[in-house]
T-cell receptor
Framework: DTAVSQTPKYLVTQMGNDKSIKCEQN?????MYWYKQDSKKFLKIMFS???????INETVPNRFSPKSPDKAHLNLHINSLELGDSAVYFC????????????????FGPGTRLTVL | GQSLEQPSEVTAVEGAIVQINCTYQ??????LSWYQQHDGGAPTFLSY????GLEETGRFSSFLSRSDSYGYLLLQELQMKDSASYFC???????????FGKGTRLHILP
């Protein structure tokens, strides 16, 4: 059984287009994340949702909009795609890290490689 | 702010032992995690240190010294399949963010 799944795995699109990436986890976790990994392998958090509520919103262009219809799903919509958006986007989930929790093993999805032409 | 430093690359020989160091700066601290990522793959969790000392999981061990803001990942009996990038990650206690280091690429020679 796939724990954290993302679709699509690859996404090639033209500059200016709008695209979405979907993520689902079947682990029963309360918290989900979106990360961006650039060509230098730097893994940077973008957003975090806890039980459908946005709890982390890093300095990300407002062209990026996450949406969590329920705690098992966290989708990422990107408007007006730019060349610099090309990267691998990882969805992840963890079991209720909470604000005061110390243990936070994150389970990552397989990633979506986005290429903007 | 929060930051982590780790070497960009380390090379070791199959069967040997290698240590990947990580130093961090943060105003609040909950723990240090380690993740492994193979080329084209997703990061996978290896270990977590919330307290000072050594945590052992099979061939992998991780160490933390909170007073020195320092940790390391120790890989023993290296196998070719251990060739991957290794990330240290910290969770501060001011928010729920996990901050990842820039990763250490481990090359293993036969």
């Amino acid at each position: 059984d796939t724990a954290v799944s993302q679709t699509p795995k690859y996404l090639v699109t033209q500059m200016g287009n709008d695209k979405s990436i979907k993520c689902e986890q079947n682990l029963g976790h309360d918290t989900m994340y979106w990360y961006k990994q650039d060509s230098k392998k730097f893994l940077k958090i973008m957003f975090s949702y806890n039980n459908k509520e946005l709890i982390i919103n890093e300095t990300v262009p407002n062209r990026f909009s996450p949406k969590s219809p329920d705690k098992a799903h966290l989708n990422l919509h990107i408007n007006s795609l730019e060349l610099g958006d090309s990267a691998v986007y990882f969805c992840a989930s963890s079991q209720d890290p909470g604000r005061y929790s110390s243990y936070n093993e994150q389970f990552f999805g397989p990633g979506t490689r986005l290429t903007v032409l | 702010g929060q930051s982590l430093e780790q070497p960009s690359e380390v090379t070791a020989v199959e069967g040997a032992i290698v240590q990947i160091n990580c130093t961090y700066q943060t105003s609040g601290f909950y723990g240090l995690s380690w993740y492994q990522q193979h080329d084209g793959g997703a990061p996978t969790f290896l270990s977590y240190n919330g307290l000072d000392g050594l945590e052992e999981t099979g061939r992998f061990s991780s160490f933390l010294s909170r007073s020195d803001s320092y940790g390391y990942l120790l890989l023993q009996e290296l196998q070719m399949k251990d060739s991957a990038s290794y990330f240290c990650a910290l969770k501060g206690n001011r928010d729920d963010k996990i901050i990842f280091g820039k990763g250490t690429r481990l090359h293993i020679l036969p």
